[in-house]
């Protein structure tokens, strides 16, 4: 499947499960505009419809990027910023879209991270970036703080403290500055990049699908609710999963040695 849609590209490699959304508007270093947004619900829901159509899981994994080699996103677009209602800039039901969509998805961050492009990022499960990468929260040169939740999100993973600085300051820091508070997963070498992205989303791809969700939502969970929710939440899903073929299939394979497991997401 690919389809091109205003201002973000949607792809689905069937065979793998994997589907990439790119951000594509690279003459403006991917700036987030309405259309945008609006695409980036879009794409989800094409990719939604497409495991609607399968018996079991059709996605496994999604990945966003952005179009070109300098930017993932740099953020909000700021042409024509000043007298808009803020509604304009609701970042909030595309931020939810990513953060609920079932299948893990992965922000695959080359060139400058910033603003609503890094709280696009953070709403997703797992940030990958290049070593050459930038990230930071610009807003406040322009009177404004990061406005879909970007000082909160970065205070759940690295304080704060890293937060505040973040924001305050609107310095852009290295992708290993920032792996090193915690907010990217992992850093790579711009040669090796691709690869390495590609090698960590083919893994993911590789598990049981079922699985892969539950966990998801159990780390959504754990930050939304208290351990004793958390935990029954865990409890519950752990036992539906034992019902499922992909966790008889895990076991077999286990129990036969050489014997590659088939996970469909039934
Ligand atoms: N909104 C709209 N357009 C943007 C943009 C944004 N957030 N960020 C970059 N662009 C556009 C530039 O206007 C420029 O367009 P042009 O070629 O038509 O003049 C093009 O993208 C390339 O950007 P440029 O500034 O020339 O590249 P650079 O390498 O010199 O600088 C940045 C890169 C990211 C440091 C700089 O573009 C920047 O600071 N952008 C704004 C970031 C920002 O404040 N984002 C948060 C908004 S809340």
Same mark, same amino acid.
């Given at each position: ?16 499960? &994997? ?20 695409? &980036? ?36 677009? &700021? ?9 304009? *800039? ?35 499960? *797992? ?140």
């Amino acid at each position: 499947m690919h389809e091109e849609l205003d201002a973000v590209t949607v792809e689905f490699d069937a065979e793998e499960g &994997i589907g990439t959304l790119t951000l594509n508007r690279p003459d403006a270093l991917n700036a987030m505009n309405g259309q945008m947004r609006a695409d &980036i619900e879009t794409g989800l829901e094409r990719l939604a419809e497409r495991d609607a159509e399968e018996d079991g899981v059709a996605v496994r994994v999604v990945v966003i990027e952005g179009a070109g080699e300098k930017a993932f996103c740099a953020g909000a677009d &700021i042409t024509g910023f000043s007298g808009v209602s803020p509604a304009a *800039f609701d970042a909030h039901g595309m931020r939810d879209s990513v953060i609920e969509f079932p299948a893990p998805v992965v922000a695959k961050i080359e060139g400058y991270c910033l603003g609503g492009g890094l709280e696009l990022a953070l709403a997703c499960d *797992f940030r990958i970036a290049s070593a050459s990468s930038r990230l930071g929260f610009p807003e406040v040169e322009l009177g404004l703080l990061p406005g879909a939740g970007g000082v909160q999100y970065v205070s759940r993973l690295a304080g704060p403290a890293f937060a505040k600085e973040l924001a305050m300051t609107g310095e852009h820091v290295s992708a290993e500055r920032a792996a090193e508070e915690g907010v990217i997963n992992h850093v790579h070498d711009d040669e090796e990049f691709e690869e390495a992205v590609r090698e960590f989303v083919e893994t993911l791809a590789g598990k049981p699908p079922l699985a892969i969700r539950a966990i998801k939502d159990s780390g959504n969970v754990s930050v939304e609710t208290d351990l004793r929710e958390g935990r029954k939440y865990d409890r519950r899903v752990f036992s539906t999963l034992l019902e499922t073929d992909d966790h008889e299939e895990g076991a077999r394979a286990f129990a036969e040695d050489d014997y590659d497991p088939e996970f469909v997401g039934k």
